[in-house]
């Protein structure tokens, strides 16, 4: 079968491997209580799937370009499907996080549809597409908590699991009909010639560098808002996940934008708009904080507005820059691509997470954010004199 995939199949995986991180959160307390254990073990089921995802990733790429893309995204969903069902049918706590770390096999979603977009188009096409796909797939962090709290709250917390492994049921049969494999026939070549290709070529590293800072920008928000909020401006819950949605919104439009300009204006020139655009929004509120006056709530979130939309403009950029980089290994460059934003994405979480509750300052969480933003600034600017 050769036939390329569509790009709504694409899309549903993408959103497939995002709603599987974060669909069951607002029923972590839910599954603690019948699971007879602590919170904080059950929020393993996120953390330790974010590790977990980190790994696979890393070994679903090479897998790949070794095997191709269709056994891959096919086995990856039948092992999605038996570990979501193993966590619905669980009875302790080791059962369910012991079901829940397989369910990380989704993630060639992402990892494989990166890797079909380079297979099946030009750099600048491919960073098009992938605006297409990111723009569409950013609704799942939206909706996901959203339709697993009312599925948990009418159904219970199995009904998740459930929904999960019959999603991931439907996908299989879908790419079953419709995932032809992509990759080009080519010699096999020795794993360790292929990791010293992709480890040793700067133009790799300049691109996914410039996507994991962007990411990690993005999770510094999520991280450090909270606190900000509930120190500075008393904002209730509902609020406060308000304003931490409004950097998706401005991915989407950033996204949808790419998807229009990205072929035309070249891969590097969007990276740059991009990352001008959030640098620029950061630095203007933290000037307005630091020397005209205290930055309302509006203000802050209007400022970071500017992440999500410089993400948007960004990222389908870079990672078309980063798979393409290096012949041959796109599913390769993919893998280690997410990898390195997971792992980024978990140590600025965290870092920002304790620099801002020892100052909850909109100053202090701008500051750290526009620090992210320059560095990815200046991978990007690094990919544009290497192109």
């Not at 090479?62 to 191709?68: C, E, N, Q, W």
């Not at 009418?154 to 494999?181: K, S, T």
């Not at 360790?192 to 990690?216: E, K, N, P, V």
């Not at 909850?360 to 320059?374: E, F, G, H, K, S």
Request: glycine fraction near 14%; aromatic fraction near 6%.
């Amino acid at each position: 079968m050769r036939s390329p995939p569509r790009i709504l199949t694409l899309i549903l995986l993408t959103g497939l491997s995002t709603v599987s991180l974060n669909m069951f959160v607002p029923a972590l307390p839910a599954i603690a209580a019948e699971l007879g254990t602590s919170y904080a073990t059950v929020s393993l089921a996120i953390a330790g799937y974010l590790a977990v995802m980190a790994v696979t990733q890393m070994v679903m790429g090479p897998l790949s370009d070794r095997f191709g893309r269709r056994p891959v995204m096919l086995g990856a969903l039948a092992c999605y499907v038996v570990a979501a069902s193993g966590v619905a049918l669980s009875g302790s706590a080791g059962a369910f996080l012991g079901w829940r770390m397989p369910m990380a096999a989704i993630t060639a979603g992402w990892v494989v549809t990166l890797a079909v977009v380079r297979d099946t188009a030009a750099p600048g096409k491919a960073a098009a597409i992938m605006g297409t796909i990111s723009g569409a797939m950013a609704l799942a962090p939206l909706l996901g908590p959203l339709i697993g709290g009312v599925v948990a709250q009418v159904l219970g917390w199995r009904a998740i699991f459930a929904l999960y492994a019959v999603a991931g049921a439907l996908m299989l049969a879908l790419c079953w009909r419709d995932f032809g494999e992509t990759r080009k026939p080519a010699p096999r070549e020795p794993l360790r010639a292929s990791a010293r290709r992709l480890l040793g070529d700067g133009g790799f590293w300049a691109f996914a560098g410039c996507t994991a800072l962007s990411t990690a920008c993005f999770y510094g928000y999520i991280a450090g808002f909270p606190a900000v909020s509930e120190a500075r401006y008393g904002l209730g819950e509902a609020a406060t996940g308000a304003a931490l949605g409004a950097i998706t919104g401005g991915f989407m439009c950033g996204a949808f934008v790419s998807a229009r300009l990205a072929e035309r204006a070249g891969l590097t020139r969007m990276m740059l708009a991009g990352r001008l655009c959030a640098a620029g929004g950061l630095a203007g509120g933290l000037i307005w904080a630091l020397a005209i006056g205290p930055l309302s709530a509006p203000g802050l979130v209007a400022s970071v507005m500017f992440v999500g939309l410089g993400n948007g403009l960004t990222m389908p950029s870079s990672n078309a820059g980063a798979i393409a980089a290096v012949e041959g290994l796109a599913g390769s460059a993919s893998g280690l691509l997410g990898a390195l934003t997971v792992a980024l994405g978990a140590v600025v979480t965290a870092g920002v997470a304790a620099l801002v509750a020892t100052r909850p300052t909109p100053a202090m969480l701008l500051a750290t954010l526009l620090a992210l933003a320059l560095a990815a600034l200046g991978a990007a600017v690094i990919a544009h004199r290497r192109g």
